[in-house]
């Protein structure tokens, strides 16, 4: 587990760890338009810095800088060891402040999934590299720089054994988080060409205790949240292990007072097991993230995608939607069997299937993983100067992708992908998909937060926003609200939870695209009849790597 030469220091028994979370540039999943209606400081904890606390003994001080939530990096705590960890999309913040810490002397130590997918790169801006799952090997680095001497490279072969992995320390955290956010599982027994679970996690589902996790729901619901987000990357993955830990959260949700609401990902064969849906709305889940991908069956075999070829996408989204579960969706375009008339399929497709939050990507080639292997081999890689921080080759941008299409120019790959967000994104189009989910609600027995003044403040805050753009973002918050009423008094905070978050995606991509979604289409200069219209003027809307890894 340790290689790399050894580092001779002083000993310290009880070093000061500072742990770094770099920020994310806006995206799906930080909701930072939405956030700032509210009174929460971000949507997620920095679950792996809770993790890495948790690891670390008790006597040693701990602090933890989430940059996301608000919090300035202190370059100058009195920390012996700085610790830096994020996905590759944070590699341009991690290592500006990386850098800047080792210009003040300090040990900056870098892990998590950047760390494991481009190590080289990571390794020009820390002194000690960790690659591999840390349950291990932090502490044993620990016990190393207490002795005075530790390795500048510590690297975990194997898988760990998920018990193993300890509760988050929830007491380190200052901030407050609009959800909690505990993983139950790691690995994906599927095999997506374009995907970095398996690299990382590998295909064999590993589990904590369903004890284990029940105890980390309860330790999130004496904090306070009223949601909690399973962060498994497939939460199906193993069926009879989900639906052993759905009965123990029914059982234990169905005596408190204000139940938590819960939601995951999970892949589209959910569908096939009618026990295990109703399970998650008995357990007062309300929505489930699917990495759908491509309506297009010749994409789906091309990037291994079978659990999504073999089925009738949309009869399998409208039965997960009918038990009350509203559906996000992540979409890829850019697969070798992609043409130009993949971009109106799409749309004819989430149209249809009646999916209201889209995350569309364009594939991106992500180091380790297969596609990147392949279109290595194939000489399709773009021969990027990277700019020293590892932006360059591995962020997504509004289109922009890391190597050669195969049926269309990387500007039309582009224009389309950009030209479709905004078709989604129109007040009407995403309307529909979000009442014609709705629509397929029945015997709504889920348990909303309660009323607290805060949240009403939120509500009126959105209805500010919504008044001050017009009369048809008017009408849309308007008749939002009362079909979520008719169907339920229990929707209501679901319904503006998608109000803000159609606030959020306008503002993101507007910024980007030039883009008002109130206007009439003839009135946006972007948006155009027909085949799609190449301008090379757009700026940059960022998407994640981490998120085209969608199961």
Excluded at 82 to 108: N, P, S, W
Excluded at 212 to 239: I, S, T, Y
């Amino acid at each position: 587990m340790v290689s790399g030469h050894l580092s001779s220091r002083r000993r310290i028994d009880q070093p000061h760890i500072y742990l770094v979370q770099p920020t994310f540039p806006p995206s799906y999943w930080g909701m930072e338009h939405f956030m700032d209606l509210t009174h929460y400081d971000a949507v997620f904890p920095p679950l792996g810095l809770l993790t890495l606390a948790a690891l670390t003994p008790p006597q040693f001080p701990v602090d933890l800088c989430d940059e996301n939530a608000g919090e300035v990096v202190n370059f100058d705590t009195d920390a012996d060891i700085v610790g830096i960890t994020g996905y590759i999309i944070q590699m341009k913040r991690a290592m500006e402040i990386a850098d800047e810490f080792r210009r003040r002397g300090k040990l900056v130590v870098i892990g998590g999934p950047m760390a494991n997918l481009v190590p080289e790169e990571c390794r020009q801006h820390c002194d000690v590299l960790f690659e591999g799952e840390g349950e291990y090997i932090w502490p044993q680095f620990l016990k190393d720089y207490q002795a005075g001497q530790h390795a500048d490279h510590y690297v975990e072969h194997e898988k760990i054994h998920m018990p193993d992995s300890p509760a988050p320390r929830l007491n380190a955290l200052t901030k407050t988080y609009a959800q909690g956010i505990v993983q139950c599982t790691r690995g994906c027994p599927f095999t997506c060409e374009f995907c970095d679970i398996i690299v990382m996690y590998g295909r064999k589902m590993r589990f904590k205790p369903t004890a284990q996790v029940l105890q980390e729901v309860k330790n999130w619901h004496r904090r306070g949240v009223a949601q909690v987000f399973f962060a498994d990357d497939n939460f199906v993955g193993n069926r009879a292990y989900a639906k052993e830990l759905l009965r123990e959260i029914i059982a234990w949700n169905s005596k408190q007072r204000h139940p938590l609401a819960f939601y995951t990902q999970a892949s589209i064969d959910m569908s096939r097991d009618d026990e295990l849906l109703r399970l998650m709305k008995e357990a007062n889940f309300s929505s489930v993230f699917i990495g759908v991908e491509s309506p297009r069956k010749s994409s789906l075999a091309e990037t291994k995608k079978m659990q999504n070829e073999r089925i009738d996408l949309v009869e399998a989204i409208h039965k997960i939607q009918s038990n009350n579960l509203f559906i996000s969706a992540g979409m890829i375009v850019g697969f070798d069997s992609d043409d130009l008339d993949i971009f109106d399929e799409q749309y004819e497709f989430l149209q249809a299937a009646q999916i209201p939050i889209v995350m569309l990507s364009v594939l991106l080639a992500v180091p380790k993983t297969p596609l990147y292997k392949r279109l290595k081999a194939a000489g399709r890689l773009l021969n990027l100067t990277p700019d020293g921080k590892g932006s360059a080759h591995y962020v997504g941008t509004a289109g922009g992708t890391n190597f050669h299409p195969m049926n269309m120019t990387r500007e039309e790959l582009k224009a389309g992908q950009q030209r479709l967000y905004q078709r989604l994104y129109s007040p009407e189009a995403f309307g529909a998909r979000l009442l014609g989910n709705l629509s397929r609600f029945h015997n709504v027995t889920f348990q909303p937060e309660s009323p607290k003044v805060n949240n009403l403040k939120t509500l009126y805050r959105l209805f500010r926003h919504y008044w001050g753009n017009g009369p048809a973002a008017r009408k849309f918050f308007f008749n939002s609200l009362y079909q979520a009423t008719r169907k339920s008094p229990r929707l209501i905070a679901q319904m503006s939870t998608y109000m803000g978050m159609y606030l959020h995606f306008c503002q993101v991509h507007g910024q980007a695209m030039s883009w008002n979604p109130w206007l009439a289409n003839e009135d946006n200069p972007q948006i155009q009849s027909g085949r799609i219209r190449i301008d090379h003027t757009h700026t940059d809307l960022t998407a994640t790597v981490e998120e085209t890894a969608s199961v």
